[in-house]
């Protein structure tokens, strides 16, 4: 097991941006993005097959692009390369690449649940609508918190999340995973500041 002394806080980074890993990931970095990119759409491939989801083709390329966004997403949100890229700012970035460093623009373009109750529920739309507004209204208490109080108000949002994709708003079938990963992946793996650790060397 190495030591903590074999990693430092480090703010800066060069090259080529990477809005997915953030710019500078290393390899293991991008490697556990990747493999986590195939978790969700896996168990809803088993949920089509084994639990006889009924999907026409259209809605199951359009279940496996979510289910491979999010649940990569999530992951790659909480890299430290990640966290470093979405909450710092780099004098030689375009405008395009700044605008993608909104929080609150970056997580309203989350329109996942009002696109996945059209497709999947077009009789039960509004439902979409109303997580979509649940998910923002959670991102603005995140923004608007201090930075001390971002992380626990952020979990506070995700388990109201849990409870209410559990008792209240119930989720089409094949995306239980939907709303609390969305979530996690948003409320704190995106809007939460944490120090970027690096590693030495490497």
Sequence with gaps: MKDDKDEHIDW????????????????????IVWASSFVVPLFFLYAYFFKELQLTPLQLVIGLFVAVDIGGGMVANSLN????????????????????????????????????????????????????GLFI??????????????????????LLAIMINEYALYAIPGFEWLMPVLFIKIIYGHLVKEEPYRPIKG
Excluded: Q
């Design 81 to 132: 390369s990640c966290k470093r890229f979405y909450h710092s700012l780099n004098k030689s970035e375009s405008k395009i690449e700044r605008m993608y460093k909104n929080h609150f623009l970056f997580s309203c373009l989350h329109i996942h649940p009002i696109i996945i109750w059209l497709v999947f529920d077009p009789s039960n739309w509004e439902n979409g609508l109303i997580w979509y």
């Design 12 to 31: 800066n980074y060069s090259g080529k941006t990477n809005l997915l890993f953030g710019t500078g990931a290393n390899a293991s970095e991008r490697m």
């Design 137 to 158: 209204t959670a991102v603005l208490f995140v923004l608007k918190a201090p930075l001390y109080l971002k992380r626990p108000i952020s979990m506070l949002m995700i």
